[in-house]
């Protein structure tokens, strides 16, 4: 865990190209140390600070529900304000889960320390208390049960197609694989091979086929 921090998806973080310029407004928004509460909703966890106006708003809604209530992304849709950081995973380094709206990615912030201090917050006062985007993926993935969701265990499979029935479910990091495979099946002498010679395939490797 130690050595996926201040990595997403296992990419380095990039600087954020809105960090060194960023606009920061002087509406008088002070931030306590603790206690925050989405300005939308009833949600006290899962919340960004807004960098430019100290807004305070929850995060995405996962894939499978849960998360929150995507008020923090429609807040960026209407201002266009890039940055926000997850609070509860600031430590007192200065370090934070930095998103940009604008480059729609985890970023860097260098001058985090220096942003939050304009709403008046301290980062020698906070202490991580909220899950990194890390932990909450891994999470996320173990919870879905991926290699049972992934063989559809149990289940009597029936092969789709047509319109609307394009495209894979994510289950959590797997869009990656999703699109792999997408790519493969269009491929007609893949499908030949490996789709209509299955039969073939199956019936006349051995059962180990390592041996
Ligand atoms: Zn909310």
């Not at 960023?22 to 009833?42: E, F, R, V």
Request: glycine residues 10%; hydrophobic residues 35%.
């Amino acid at each position: 865990m130690e050595a996926l921090q201040g990595t997403w998806d296992g990419e380095k973080r990039e600087v954020s190209v809105h960090a060194v310029s960023l606009t920061q407004l002087d509406n008088g928004a002070k931030i306590p140390p603790s206690g925050w509460k989405c300005s939308q909703c009833d949600l006290t966890t899962n919340l960004w600070l807004n960098l430019t106006d100290g807004s305070i708003l929850c995060g995405r809604r996962f894939f499978d529900g849960s998360g929150g209530n995507d008020h923090a992304v429609e807040h960026y849709r209407k201002t266009g304000y890039p940055l926000a950081v997850k609070l509860g995973t600031i430590t007192a380094e200065g370090k934070g889960d930095v998103y940009s709206y604008a480059e729609d990615d985890m970023v860097e912030d260098p001058y985090l320390a220096e942003h939050l201090k304009h709403f008046g917050i301290n980062v020698q006062q906070l202490q991580k208390t909220e899950k990194s985007m890390v932990e909450l993926e891994l999470e996320l993935n173990r919870r879905t049960g991926e290699w049972n969701t992934l063989q559809e265990s149990g289940t009597e499979l029936r092969p789709l197609h047509g319109p609307a029935l394009t495209g894979l479910n994510n289950l959590g990091n797997s869009c990656y694989i999703n699109s792999v495979v997408q790519v493969l099946f269009r491929m007609p002498d893949f499908v030949r091979r490996y789709v209509e010679g299955a039969p073939e395939i199956f019936s006349t490797f051995p059962e180990d086929p390592a041996n």
